[in-house]
């Protein structure tokens, strides 16, 4: 099993960062997939960012030059940092895990408005 925990999120003005973390219960070089999704109100999930365990990056093309996903193995945490912020950022973001089975955190709220 792998336990998820985020945190971060929280309300900044468009053009802003934030950097948003997630804290797995067992080592990140383990798992093979990690990432962070999204949900506006309204709208599907969505993938924003994923790494792999050997380090591979991949962006949803909405984020592309303003996020980075990066992660510390010996903190066991993954960090999702979020630049030139807009208002159709704003959603639930989402850590995920996959690690024989899919493994979700509770989410954390980005708002991004004047």
């Known amino acids: 099993q792998v336990q998820l925990v985020e945190s971060g999120g929280g309300l900044v003005q468009p053009g802003g960062s934030l950097r948003l973390s997630c804290a797995a219960s067992r080592s990140i070089l383990s798992i093979g997939v990690m990432a962070w999704y999204r949900q506006a109100p309204g709208k599907e999930r969505e993938l924003v960012a994923r790494?792999?365990?050997?380090?591979?990056?991949n962006y949803a093309d909405s984020v592309k030059g303003r996020f980075t996903i990066s992660r510390d193995s010996a903190k066991n945490t993954l960090y999702l940092q979020m630049n030139s912020l807009k208002p159709e950022d704003t959603a639930v973001y989402y850590c995920y895990a996959y690690y024989t089975l899919p493994y979700w955190g509770q989410g954390t709220q980005v708002t991004v408005s004047s």
């Open positions: 790494i792999t365990n050997l380090g591979t990056t």
